[in-house]
């Protein structure tokens, strides 16, 4: 069941998915096509397929509660002020419980359009609160008890917020999870790579919020940056003002930059082109990143490790195994626009990138399975049309 609702994640954080507007609730099986095989590993047909009330939907963010359970929030393409919101346990079952006994809800904002939001968790007295964050710096609350969306725009308190539609805002473990978010990006006006940690003292928001921040440097303006927490430490993927993929470590307490680390010599001549960084295990990140206009993204697994030079002890970005580069022979027509990729951690082994392209009806799996003895790497491929 857990791989059934991992899937769910995945194929609804892909913008360009459309949902099946036929099937109202219930398993479904997809048949995907294997392509390439290197081991047996577990079937990927057992997926959950969602009824859709919309035409056709582009918006779609997913995230996970504290219990595991699953929320997904569905945007028409055009300006609407209705959000749909999915939501499914843990366990698969239906997450409302009302008398239509259905998986979604219908809400309704003030605003016109809720575009690629970022989604994340503010808990307030033992009570969990969905909230979006957007491009053009609107914040969404939803009360998914009472039924009410509460919004308001958040431009002055966070300064220009960045080009790219994906960036970071989640909430942190180091604060138990309540109600301090990660928020990091490109500023558009100055090109400095901002951090942030918000502090949300109460959910209707006012010019009061606290806020801790560090702008690391100037950067590229068309670059997501993506960051993951690492028990005391955030590491961050950026693109810096050379246009070259740089890691950094910052404490997380004060933002304090502890180190930086240029992991691609080759600049980047492309927008958009996506990337991201995920933590998998014992301060082991992976970082892939698109490096030109083709099919093949670039995956390192990169360690950071506590080394003793100059009679003190300093931290140290190493590679943990040799660099992958996915697709190498271009079989798969892969897009590598940040809209159309996400990788996703599935356990410490086993890491899941989905891929597709804009006006493709093909979405691309790709399962990638990490050794922990040989640091062999495996790959299998997968299409669904």
Request: proline letters at 2%; one cysteine or more; aromatic letters at 16%.
């Amino acid at each position: 069941m857990k791989l059934l609702v991992f899937f769910n994640v995945i194929l609804f954080t892909l913008n360009q998915f459309i949902l099946n507007k036929k099937i109202e609730y219930g398993h479904n099986n997809f048949n995907l096509m294997r392509l390439t095989q290197k081991e047996e590993i577990q079937k990927l047909n057992n997926v959950i397929n969602i009824y859709n009330p919309f035409d056709r939907v582009s918006y779609i963010s997913c995230i996970t509660n504290t219990k595991g359970d699953l929320f997904i929030t569905i945007n028409p393409q055009e300006k609407s002020t209705t959000r749909l919101i999915y939501a499914i346990k843990s366990d698969g079952s239906i997450y409302f419980n009302d008398t239509d006994n259905k998986p979604y809800k219908i809400m309704n904002s003030t605003l016109d359009l809720n575009k690629y939001p970022l989604l994340s968790f503010l808990k307030f007295e033992d009570n969990e609160y969905l909230i979006s964050f957007t491009q053009n710096s609107m914040f969404e609350s939803f009360d998914l008890n009472s039924n009410n969306i509460s919004n308001q725009g958040i431009f002055q308190i966070l300064g220009p917020n960045s080009n790219i539609n994906k960036n970071t805002f989640t909430r942190l473990n180091y604060y138990n999870n309540n109600n301090y978010i990660l928020n990091s990006y490109i500023e558009r006006n100055n090109r400095y790579f901002l951090l942030q940690i918000l502090n949300f003292p109460k959910l209707q928001l006012d010019r009061k919020i606290g806020k801790l921040e560090n702008k690391v440097g100037e950067s590229w303006h068309y670059s997501s940056v993506t960051c993951f927490e690492n028990i005391d430490l955030i590491e961050c993927l950026y693109v810096d003002k050379y246009r070259l993929y740089t890691v950094a470590i910052f404490n997380i307490s004060n933002l304090e930059e502890i180190y930086t680390k240029i992991i691609e010599v080759s600049s980047i001549r492309f927008d958009e082109l996506f990337s991201k960084c995920i933590q998998i295990k014992d301060y082991i990140g992976a970082f892939i990143y698109f490096r030109e206009n083709n099919a093949i993204p670039k995956l390192n697994f990169i360690k950071l490790n506590m080394v003793y030079e100059n009679n003190s002890f300093i931290y140290k970005l190493e590679n943990y195994t040799d660099p992958l580069y996915i697709n190498s022979d271009q079989k798969y027509y892969l897009g590598n626009n940040y809209i159309y990729n996400d990788i996703i951690k599935f356990n410490e082994n086993d890491i899941i990138y989905v891929n597709t392209k804009n006006e493709s009806d093909i979405l691309m799996i790709i399962i990638i399975k990490l050794s922990d003895e040989s640091k062999n790497i495996l790959i299998n491929y997968y299409k669904k049309n």
